[in-house]
């Protein structure tokens, strides 16, 4: 492995899961649903495979159709117009959104600023790019991780190339506000910085939290890169459908290295992806409404077995404090979980550069059937 990677072994996803499968217990670690997305859109799939469409090589930037579907959703939902031709790029999932941005906007050498605890790959895309990631820490403060502003502003410098933005957050829950978005904003467009912005989760926001799009904001359209994905959107992770939308300049620059690392995206997804997109509102809320059902299912199981809990605004996932437990390192925490308790979560604390201060935190997903989150909190409580 050569040294741009060394420090990043293998992911936390990969080790919690193979941990659940191993000792069958109930996993809430890697994020994603226990349900398919609806039938009408796996049926969507089935009929491209048959009628042959996207069964060779589709189009690289993504099918017509699909960027077709981005741009009308961006338009109907945010009031953004995005020109499907040259303003979307289908990727394989945010996951290759992240790294094809990276790989295409970063020069070795340059800083990249990321809200900590990150997504993991963050860290790991900055490294193959040459670039240094400079991590801006949200902290606890008044029931949700709070981005602090100044010193989001004190991490700029000369070298800083990015913002590396995530809203709803992973793994904290956080949603932006329209202000700390607008501050945001008004340091890129002050500090001449790009901004790539993953907003998997800008439907699963909760309570008053509203998810407002970073390149809605003054001066930010043409200096944005927007994410987004089907794996959330319509609960198909493994299907890997993801999309970028930006100015047709960064879409180009983007693309270029897109085309070698996937080349194109898988072509029968896409078709039913764009079917997705076009579904009704009431398919969106629906979602939003059982997400919510189940954060609150969680939150009060939690609760029950003794944690504190961060209740999330966004994201299907709940960090929680173990310190009441008596605990205070998530990393042994989850790696003892499965076989005291029978249930599997993430530390934390692997999201963060500084570690000490993730330290207590474990992040469960819920987006899983409510009597699994109801048998997850009843083990968790037997145990302890
Ligand atoms: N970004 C964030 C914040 C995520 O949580 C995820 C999914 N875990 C991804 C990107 C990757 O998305 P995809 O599965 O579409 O590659
Ligand atoms: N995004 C999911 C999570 O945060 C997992 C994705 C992955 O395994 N790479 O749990």
Not at 98 to 124: R, T
Not at 173 to 196: H, N, Q
């Amino acid at each position: 492995l050569n040294r741009r990677l060394a420090e990043f072994g293998t992911t936390i996803f990969a080790e919690m899961s193979a941990l659940a499968v191993r000792t069958g217990a109930i996993n809430l670690g890697q994020g994603f649903p226990d349900t398919d997305g609806p039938e009408e859109v796996r049926e969507a799939a089935v009929r491209a495979l048959r009628d042959g469409r996207g069964n060779q090589y589709p189009p690289g930037p993504g099918i017509p159709e699909l960027r077709t579907a981005v741009a009308a959703h961006q338009q109907r939902r945010y009031g953004l117009s995005v020109d499907p031709d040259t303003e979307v790029l289908v990727t394989a999932g945010a996951t290759e959104a992240i790294a094809a941005a990276m790989l295409a906007l970063v020069e070795p050498g340059d800083e990249v600023i990321a809200l900590e605890p990150y997504y993991d790959s963050y860290a790991a895309c900055v490294a193959m790019a040459g670039g240094t990631r400079v991590p801006v820490t949200l902290r606890p403060h008044e029931g949700r991780f709070r981005l602090d502003l100044d010193e989001l502003r004190d991490a700029v410098t000369d070298r800083t190339r990015l913002l590396l933005i995530n809203t709803p957050h992973n793994p904290t829950g956080t949603v932006l506000t329209r202000e700390e978005l607008a501050a945001i904003a008004e340091l890129a467009v002050e500090r001449d910085l790009l901004v790539v912005t993953d907003e998997v989760y800008e439907h699963l926001v909760f309570d008053d939290a509203e998810h407002i799009p970073l390149a809605t904001f003054p001066g930010m359209r043409d200096r944005t890169v927007t994410i987004s994905s089907a794996g959330k959107t319509f609960s198909f992770t493994g299907w890997k459908v993801g999309w970028i939308t930006a100015s047709p300049a960064l879409i180009t620059a983007v693309r270029s290295a897109k085309q070698f690392l996937t080349y194109v995206s898988a072509g029968p997804f896409q078709y039913a992806i764009a079917e997705a997109l076009a579904l009704p509102e009431s398919y969106f809320e629906d979602l939003r409404a059982d997400m919510l059902t189940k954060r609150d299912v969680l939150a009060a199981g939690l609760e029950d077995a003794g944690l504190t809990v961060h209740r999330p605004s966004g994201t299907y996932f709940i960090t929680a404090d173990i310190r009441p437990l008596g605990e205070t390192d998530g990393i042994a925490f989850c790696r003892a979980l499965p076989e005291r308790t029978g249930v599997v979560a993430v530390p934390t604390a692997v999201f963060y550069d500084h570690r000490e201060l993730g330290a207590p935190f474990v992040r469960f997903a819920f987006c899983k059937k409510k009597p699994v989150l109801e048998e997850a909190a009843r083990r968790l409580k037997a145990a302890g």
